[in-house]
T-cell receptor, first 112, second 111 residues
Framework: KAGVTQTPRYLIKTRGQQVTLSCSPI?????VSWYQQTPGQGLQFLFE???????NKGNFPGRFSGRQFSNSRSEMNVSTLELGDSALYLC???????????FGQGTRLTVV | QQQVKQSPQSLIVQKGGISIINCAYE??????FPWYQQFPGKGPALLIA???DVSEKKEGRFTISFNKSAKQFSLHIMDSQPGDSATYFC??????????WGAGTKLIIKP
């Protein structure tokens, strides 16, 4: 069974640009969550999608948005990139809300 | 309150010793308490999880102790090994809600 796949693995963008990250969940998993992790920091929750609907949202500015497609694949978009957006962005999928979350390897975003 | 408070922030333990990481929560609606282990460059992976109907769960060298009345739960790693050196996160959740994460504990096992 394939795990959670995130693409790309690494990304370098310039301040002011926008970026789209992709996450393919484990087959059959309908919940996809996104997290931002900076060095020495914990997991900052961005949002969760379940069956194409945003179910929960963290405290991030509107520059951070996401969506989920009918095949459960999810994308996260960050517009008007700032230097502080440099981080590891993790995607996690789970079959239902109160079960194990499986994480991808993450996308390392560097904003210069 | 939705916070999960984790301590200590970092921990150094001798090989063969017991590593103990603690978490406390406020929301009594939480009914799922997992612990995740993260190695550098990797995403977190589930280590062990517990629900509030039991006070302890053991899987190999890893044990979760759960105190419902105190709203605390802890991870014990027995016979700690250098390969256990990683960052550990506790979390809590309830039906249809996202996982609420602790801040993480960086564990170093000295040979």
């Amino acid at each position: 069974k394939a795990g959670v796949t995130q693409t790309p693995r690494y990304l370098i963008k310039t301040r002011g640009q926008q970026v789209t990250l992709s996450c393919s969940p484990i087959s059959g998993h309908r919940s996809v969550s996104w997290y931002q992790q900076t060095p020495g920091q914990g997991l900052q929750f961005l949002f969760e999608y379940f069956s194409e609907t945003q179910r929960n949202k963290g405290n991030f500015p509107g520059r951070f948005s996401g969506r989920q497609f009918s095949n459960s694949r999810s994308e996260m978009n960050v517009s008007t990139l700032e230097l502080g957006d440099s981080a590891l962005y993790l995607c996690a999928s789970r079959p239902t809300a109160d079960t194990e979350a499986f994480f991808g390897q993450g996308t390392r975003l560097t904003v210069v | 309150q939705q916070q999960v408070k984790q301590s200590p922030q970092s921990l150094i333990v001798q090989k063969g010793g017991i590593s103990i990481i603690n978490c406390a929560y406020e929301n009594t609606a939480f009914d799922y308490f997992p612990w995740y282990q993260q190695f550098p460059g990797k995403g977190p992976a589930l280590l062990i999880a517990i629900r509030p109907d039991v006070s302890e769960k053991k899987e190999g060298r890893f044990t979760i102790s759960f105190n419902k009345s105190a709203k605390q739960f802890s991870l014990h790693i027995m016979d700690s090994q250098p390969g256990d050196s990683a960052t550990y996160f506790c979390a809590a959740s309830y039906s249809n809600y996202q996982l609420i994460w602790g801040a993480g504990t960086k564990l170093i096992i000295k040979p």
